[in-house]
């Protein structure tokens, strides 16, 4: 009763008065039916006792970590580059040094047996920058050149960085921002072209070799670093070995671990991965600063039938002296941590998505859009939209959105951080002259369609689209006035531009309503789901999660809760369960058969969602069908193998047993047996772990890209027939 007291001060606040409710009232009923006062009844539940509650993470937060040009200068570096000839090479690395390394820093050149020329250059750079040079006369190897640099240095960190190298801007700041996120890291290094399993994107070349992966056509070293720390989360991902050829060390693990073996390693090969089992074995941790990248042009000191000849041998010395046993397992880990996996993904996309957003820039700039999105919380389609709008923002659109003033506080209460202009009006009669001040207005939900109606009736000259997100007839009873007023809405008004997000949609709607929109894509938040730092054990229990929504049938809530009932009463203490979005003392929630272990984390945000699957093994969706699938896309995204329906959209994302797991979610038997089996089979699930970072390639800026042409281009209008189709396990061409 409290809640409804509340409920209804807080509806007279809206509205003024008993009058004004009632007037509100019966408009609502009018344009939106029994279902919209429900749903307007439940969004004033939910503010009354909510209002007082903890605020939400904005939608668009990340886990705070430490950046780097918020690193505290007082600490001091030692760059210490070791030189055999290749002057070509050597003038590129130490002039990059200079240019791109922020001061205070301390540079140590070791001359390792150069000849006269690369000599005389290495001299006048050390008079001419403040260098400490140190000289071999003949040449002893990296090992021992290294090491009589490391005993020149005495700085807080020390960087020994290969003479074939390109360093980019911030580079420095990058890698001690890493080491100084947590004390416990010893060894540091950054993302590369050619950097064992730190290269990106590809690891191994088509020769079987290690990748060369060249710059694309008119880059530079630069340009790809800014890119690559554009894309990347900052969780600095702990490896079993770091790749010595750009290898920071902090100066207490150097003192715990010693320098380089020169014994073992004294040809220059292995040494740095010998460095990392003993500082493994000291306490401390390994990172990558995956925001960092230095170009690696590969050493000419040695030709590549010597190098792997040294290769080889200092990998035997290596398994020697620390069993192969546990170099395998360090090299394991290294090579299949999910991150690393993540950034390769998004950097094979670099160059495309930069080329996208150029083009954007170029030809939509400054145009004016508004999309009506009248929701509440943060989550789902929403979500969807608030990414895209950000991502045209950015390349320059003005992009807006307009919601109702009646969601106006609970919408800015979830999402507090927005930096989305927002409009609020009144009712749907105010949103026609709002609309007419930009060139497009684009609808989101069937009803909005029908608001729109007036400002296509007054010839007004803003373009009118509609982003069509579901077959949206299907959340209503087919007998109901609902059905029809979504099923409606597609055709409602001529020569609305309509687009969606998968094939299944897009088929879905034209046949049902002869109306085919155009593709876009799908797309999630990729800047926010990403994996953890850390590779989960195999020695703890599975973590499975899933979403359960009482109030939502397509989505198999009760199924849901079944299947993982059996699945717990099965494995027992091998799994842990989790759910999400319902509240545990949802009466729906609570009338499921609930006398199995399992935590209900609750309604969480977007950055809530992503910690949760970033702690999870496997995520089950068992909806009766899904239109794109953004909750598995975003699982499969932070490294999560995901079982999801057959039928709808995902199976356009998902190609089956490769990335992921379809099932035939009418048959609980066969959605019983598939869980089992990816639970039960650990090769399987990297596997589809490792595929399934294939998804991060839709991003909101590549469906952005497509919005624009669609709704500003010449093919916008919805066809009477469907155009693109589905090759390989993608979505149409034209997306």
Known sequence: MKKLIDAAKLAIAYCGDLKGVATRTVAVLRTEGLQGLWLRLRILLDQSSNS????????????????????????????????????????????????????????????????????????????????????????????????MGLCASSADFVVLLNSDTIVSPSWLDRMIACALSDEAI???????????WQSVPRVIGADGDWAGNPLPQSWTVARMAAAVGRVAPRMYPR??????????????TLEAVGRFDEEGFGRGYGEENDFCLR??????????????????????????????????????????????????????WTQNH????????????????????????????????????????????????????????????????????????????????????????????ELSALASEFDAVVASYHSTVEWLKPLAEAGMPTTIAYYVQDFEPYFFASDSPEYRRAKDSYTDIAGMRLFTKTRWTRDTVGKQT???????????????????????????????????????????????????????????????INIFGTRSDDTGYLAFNRDFEHTCLGELSSPEVADALRESDVFLDLSSFQAMGLTAMEAMSSGVAVIGPQNGGLAEIIDDRKSG??????????????????????????????????????????SASRILEI?????????????????????????
């Open 52 to 147: 007082k509650g903890p605020v939400p993470r904005p939608v668009f937060a990340r886990t705070r970590r430490i950046g780097y040009s918020s690193v505290p200068r007082t600490y001091t570096v030692d760059i210490i580059v070791c030189v055999h000839n290749a002057l070509d090479d050597t003038l590129r690395c130490l002039e990059s040094v200079a240019d791109n390394s922020s001061p205070p820093y301390n540079m140590v050149i070791v001359d390792d047996g150069s000849a006269d020329e690369t000599a005389l250059y290495i001299q006048r750079f050390a008079a001419e920058h403040g260098a400490q040079l140190i000289r071999n006369p003949t040449a002893l190897g990296y090992t021992f050149a290294a090491n």
């Open 186 to 196: 010893g060894v540091v290094g950054p993302l590369s072209n050619t950097a064992s």
């Open 239 to 252: 490896v079993g070995f770091v790749n010595g050829f750009c290898f920071l060390i902090r100066r207490a």
């Open 279 to 332: 500082a493994v074995d000291a306490g401390w941790q390994l990172a990558i600063a995956e925001d960092a990248y230095v170009f690696h042009a590969q050493s000419k000191s040695y030709s590549p039938e010597r190098r792997h000849a040294l290769s080889h041998l200092a990998g035997e010395t290596l398994a020697r002296k620390h069993g192969d046993l546990r170099v395998f397992e360090r090299l394991r």
């Open 338 to 429: 999910p991150l690393l996996q993540y950034m390769r993904a998004r950097c094979a996309a670099i160059a495309e998505e930069s080329e996208l957003f150029d083009n954007m820039q170029q030809r939509f700039a400054g145009k004016r859009m508004l999309f009506v999105l009248p929701v509440t919380t943060s989550g789902g389609g929403g979500n969807v939209v608030l990414c895209e709008v950000l991502a045209l923002r950015r390349a320059g659109i003005d992009a807006e959105i307009a919601n109702l003033e009646f969601n106006r506080r609970l919408f800015e209460r979830h999402h507090p951080d927005l930096h989305i202009p927002a409009r609020y009006f009144r009712s749907p009669a």
């Open 514 to 576: 002869g109306a085919y929109p155009e593709l876009i894509g799908p797309s999630y938040d990729v800047e926010n789901f990403y994996p953890g730092q850390y590779v989960r054990s195999p020695n703890t229990p599975l973590v499975i999660i899933a979403m359960v929504r009482p109030n939502s049938p397509r989505r198999s809530p009760e199924l849901t809760m079944r299947i993982l009932r059996r699945l717990k009463s099965r494995l027992g203490n091998s799994v842990v």
């Open 661 to 702: 797991l379809l099932v035939d979610t009418t048959d609980e038997d066969a959605c019983f047996a598939t869980a089992c089996r990816l639970i039960a089979d650990r090769q399987l699930r990297e596997h589809l772990r490792d595929q399934a970072f294939s998804v991060t390639r839709w991003t909101p800026t590549r």
């Open 711 to 735: 709704v500003f281009g010449d093919t916008g209008q919805a066809t009477s027939c469907p155009t693109g189709e589905k090759t390989g396990s993608g979505v149409a061409d034209e997306c």
